[in-house]
């Protein structure tokens, strides 16, 4: 026979830590809601903010890259200060990047080596996610110190850019620069292992043929 539960009074309700707990809970719900609801709605508005504020300075950078590529395109005197602006003004953004790789490459055209070179540098510090620009970046970093007929140091870059970034496409191309430039130092057995390598592991590539041409030398 099933044993039948005592009913508990008003008196033994108010005194049970249970009911106590929940009355408790819903007075500081009924006392605090106000303020919660506030503070979401703070947090809302400060992350609403926080999301156009960035929106906001994304626009303003694509819009001032934009007006500098266009004076590049023109010709126009400003050109490379807009560049240095965009990369003063928006440091560390992508359209900064692109700012850097376009200054380094004007000044590379003008043959002013050394802010080529200081551009470049900042870009492989800086960024290096972009497998053209990192590419345009290092190999006319390389082509600078050839032109100032450090080829050692045109050859160690283009193996630093072999070794960083083994799965790049412009491998093949790497490989044949650093054996040129070893080639020029006098460096025979660094030559030939550049060239060696194109011809066993790039053989369908456009650079194979200079390799074999610079093996038949080395022989």
């Known amino acids: 026979m099933l044993r039948k539960h005592k009913r508990l009074t008003k ?5 049970d830590p249970l009911v106590i707990f929940i ?13 919660i609801g506030s503070t979401i709605l703070v947090v809302v508005l400060v992350i609403s903010l926080a999301f156009f504020i960035v929106r ?38 992508r359209i900064s990047g692109e700012a850097l790789i376009k200054l380094g490459n004007s000044y590379f055209l003008m ?4 802010s080529a070179e200081k551009y470049f540098k900042q870009y492989i510090d800086k960024f290096s996610d972009d497998p053209i620009y990192v590419f345009n970046a290092y190999n006319s970093l390389g082509g600078i110190y050839e032109d100032k007929g450090d080829y050692l140091k045109a050859a160690e870059i283009y193996e630093n850019f072999i070794n960083k970034f083994s799965n ?5 191309k790497m490989f044949l620069n650093a054996g040129k430039a070893y080639f020029l130092t006098g460096d025979m057995n660094a030559a030939k292992r550049n060239f060696t390598n194109i011809t066993n592991n790039y053989k369908d590539s456009i650079e194979k043929q ?10």
Do not use: H, M
Request: no cysteine.
């Open 56 to 93: 906001g300075k994304r626009r303003s950078a694509i819009n001032a890259f934009d007006v500098a590529f266009t004076a590049l395109n023109n010709d126009a005197p400003e050109a490379l200060d807009l560049l240095k602006r965009v990369v003063e003004d928006y440091g560390g953004s």
């Open 210 to 219: 200079e390799a074999t041409y610079f093996l038949e030398i080395l022989k």
């Open 168 to 172: 790049s496409i412009f491998l093949s």
């Open 11 to 15: 008196k033994e309700l108010k005194k």
């Open 111 to 114: 043959k002013d080596y050394d």
């Open 23 to 35: 009355a408790q809970a819903v007075d500081f719900l009924r006392n605090e809601w106000l303020k």
